[in-house]
């Protein structure tokens, strides 16, 4: 981690089943655009080198990284989540303190996804679970990645029942009903705030949730940068810029 006056820290929080090597090559493209940034890669909890937890509901996950920033002496952070890490660092700034969020690539509402998690449950339950897994992971694009990158991704992973169980069991014991009105309450606390919040997506949303997330936060901005699921890695150098860029 490294120190450059008054901007604001990041703090890069990886999706499911990965760890903070994922953010290698956005770090050496910071150290090119804006070096010196104080950055904190975490291993979210069941990760890397982090310990297992009982509850990976996002709340508990967000208190943790809450406690590492504070541990490391960070004043309100940027926020970089991707995919889950982007719905625990919606979270956090809902409730810490906080300068902006930067989501990567993870709309906050279950929707098609949630329905599907939902019924491969008993499958998630039993031996095949890894097929689910590898069926998500067939669509995220890692296919198109620069060579480096798609190493990372097939490497800097450990795909575990525990682990896709518990970061969705807000998914598989919620109604979306109620997940709708907990991220809206998030959003309007963000707002309300005055946080910033970037949410970098691989295609165009849909026109009705790109109105609801507009609705709750009208001060959203929005960026389409194509290329898959792992923007941070199919384009490091143009989120390294969009990062430094951020309206301190």
Known sequence: MSVSGERAPLVLLHGLTFDRRQWEPLLRELEVVDPGRQ????????HGESPRQDSYRMADVAEFVHAKVREA???DPVLVG???GAVVATVYAAHYPTRAVVNLDQPLLPGPFGAAVRAAEPVLRGPDWRQIW??????????????????IVETATDPRPDLLLGYWAEILHGSDEAITAERRR?????????IGYRW???SEPPAAYRAWLTAALPTIDVTVLPGG????????????RMLADLPE
């Open 39 to 46: 950055a904190l890669a975490l291993d979210l909890p069941g």
């Open 73 to 75: 002496g960070l004043a």
């Open 82 to 84: 991707h995919s889950v």
């Open 134 to 151: 590898d069926r998500l992971l067939s669509g995220m694009g890692i296919e198109s990645l620069p060579t480096g990158a798609r190493a």
């Open 186 to 194: 998030d959003l309007t606390a963000i707002g309300e705030r005055g």
């Open 200 to 202: 970098v997506t691989s």
């Open 229 to 240: 699921h792992f923007p941070h890695l199919a384009h490091p150098a143009e989120l390294a």
